[in-house]
């Protein structure tokens, strides 16, 4: 009897020494679908622009999509940061700026194939847009970087250096400065053949006036200049140039209109290659002749280099520009 009763309080202690439980209870695991805290916000963005205030962000609207590119979440608003509510996971985290709400089902392929429109810029509210992606186990804060859709051309100082003795006495007015050839819509992801254009091969001040077109009388003495400063925003445009006089897809200019006398010439200055959040910064236009008949046209220019800075506003000077 004493045997049996021994070797069964030996079999407890054994079954009691496998079910105890050393150390902490081990979190549970999270259902997949519980709900974290996104928090989202855009950087501050600095620019080297001396006017304007084409760093603003007014309001922006955040997308969070799946790895399958499904929408899941968003927001839209001023504050500085949004937060959503989303579930575990890859996700791609999209931000638009500045632009109006996009109210339909989207995903993130037909997000970045969504046409904006030039006219709802302002100078001191551009849009950008940014993504980031992200693999999301908790609560979380994300900042996602932007940078400007559209480009910016400024011009300096514009000088009367008029060689001709015949021209020297006249009077020379600058009464505008304004680009032609302007791209008026693109997708947020990349730019494409447009079918709205503003300011076709001339001036229509009625088109986005506050963007592309500044007026004044202005008058330089011989031998003087003028410190103009003005700046113009555009979307991209990568299109060849046209010799004909009927309208077709051209390069973006930016023109410099003056009388001389009773006369007006045009003084146009093309680039080239528009490129999205680049700065075109022509410091200088030097005027020795009579210009062009028409806003339109290509004048051979001398000393005319750009340089690129990818940052920021990715800055492209121009130097004086002799014409």
């Known amino acids: 009897m004493n045997r049996k009763l021994f070797m069964a309080i030996a079999a407890v202690l054994t079954v009691g ?9 081990p979190a549970p695991v999270a259902d ?5 805290n996104l928090e989202v ?11 304007g205030n084409d760093a603003t962000v007014n309001q922006y609207q955040v997308f969070v999509f799946r790895d399958n590119g ?3 979440a968003g927001s839209y608003g001023t504050d500085a940061s949004q937060t959503v509510k989303v579930t575990r996971g890859a996700k791609t985290v999209a931000v638009l700026t500045n632009s109006a709400k996009i109210s339909q089902t989207v995903t993130f392929e037909t997000l970045k194939d969504y046409v904006l429109q030039l006219s709802e810029n ?3 509210s551009v849009q950008m847009f940014g993504t980031q992606t992200i693999n999301l186990t908790g609560n979380a804060d994300v900042t996602v970087e932007v940078t400007r859709l559209l480009s910016k051309i400024s011009i300096g100082t514009i000088e009367n250096a008029i060689e001709l003795d015949q021209y020297k006495d006249l009077t020379l007015t600058v009464k505008g400065i304004y680009l032609i050839n302007v791209v008026g819509e ?7 053949a447009s079918a709205v254009w503003y300011n076709k091969m001339k001036l229509y001040n009625t088109e986005c006036p506050a963007l592309l077109y500044d007026s004044m009388s202005q008058t330089i003495a011989n031998g003087s200049s003028y410190s103009a400063n003005r700046f113009f925003y555009c979307y991209p445009n990568n299109s060849d140039d046209s010799t004909a006089d009927t309208w077709s897809p051209r390069k973006t200019r930016l023109v410099v209109e003056v009388t ?6 045009y003084y146009p200055v093309t680039i080239n290659q528009v490129v999205a959040n680049t700065h075109y910064q022509i410091t200088g236009l030097k005027i020795t002749r009579i210009g062009a008949k028409t806003p339109d046209e290509t004048i051979d220019i001398d000393a005319a280099t750009f340089t690129i800075t990818v940052k ?3 800055l492209s000077p121009i130097d004086t520009v002799t014409i």
């Open 32 to 36: 997949s679908s519980e709900l974290f």
């Open 17 to 25: 020494a496998c079910t105890q439980k050393i150390g902490p209870e």
């Open 41 to 51: 916000s855009v950087p501050l963005v600095k620019t080297k622009a001396t006017t």
């Open 260 to 265: 001389l006398g009773t006369e007006t010439w």
């Open 70 to 72: 499904t929408l899941e």
């Open 312 to 314: 920021d506003w990715t």
């Open 186 to 192: 693109r997708k947020i992801d990349n730019a494409y």
């Open 122 to 124: 302002t100078t001191s």
